[in-house]
């Protein structure tokens, strides 16, 4: 898959996208990330990417010309992928359209800085807009590095287990169970003893207990959609926690 990458500060790309997992899928072919600077398509001799708003008010604008120039270059370079533009004002990513974007053989991400792009290039460049949550960053590029890295780690033959990247918090909407290595006894505190006696059926049962009571405390939304199998309902049922499932399914995640 390739990313073209149209940013005013590239060179924050590099290390993110150099080590791990990132490192292997570019080494390997698997990704390409080429990198373009908005301000090598500035038209006057300062370089110019921004300027104020007409209309008044605080901070400043993204320049049309500029990002229209720096698109069409990379189109002309092949990539005739869609045009996303990480935005505050976008839909909010998640791991659906994380799954989505892998379907794509290129795709041209767009890092807006300041208060944001003309709405002219917007209008008319702009394919999808995505923001990465409701929080404010100083630009699109952390936002696009989320994005790159989630999608890559989905692209085929990117994890060494084929399995691992669907197995995840949010492939079964449950939080992971907590999880124990050596030592045995860490400052006093022991491993739970059903996972040292390779009971497989009952770390099973353990393990997926400890994940819903997760699930329950710290997201109760992502239980609103889950489905369990017989055996599961049975375990529920043991370890009275059907009752608190009801609750959040029937929409009243504080019990009341
Ligand atoms: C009027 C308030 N503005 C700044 C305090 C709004 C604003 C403009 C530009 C807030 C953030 C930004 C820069 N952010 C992004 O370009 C961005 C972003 C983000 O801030 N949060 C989550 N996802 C994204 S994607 C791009």
Redesign the pocket.
Known sequence: MLFDVLTIFPDLFVSPLEEGILRKARQEGKIRIELTDIRDFAEDRHATTDDRPFGGGEGMVMKPDPLAAAVEKVRAGGNTGKVIL???Q?RQYTQDIARELTAEKSLILVC?RY??VDERFRAAFCDDE????D??????EL?AMVLIDSVTRLLPGVLGCPDSAGKDTFSRRLLKHPQYTRPRDFRGIEVPEVLMNGNHAAIGAYRFIEAVRRTLARRPDLLIQEEFTPEEHRLLKKHGLLEAISTVKAGRPDGC
Do not use: D, M, V
Not at 130 to 133: F, L, Y
Not at 135 to 140: S, V
């Open positions: 990480l935005t505050p976008g807006g208060e944001g995505i923001s990465i949550g929080y404010i960053l100083t630009g699109g936002a």
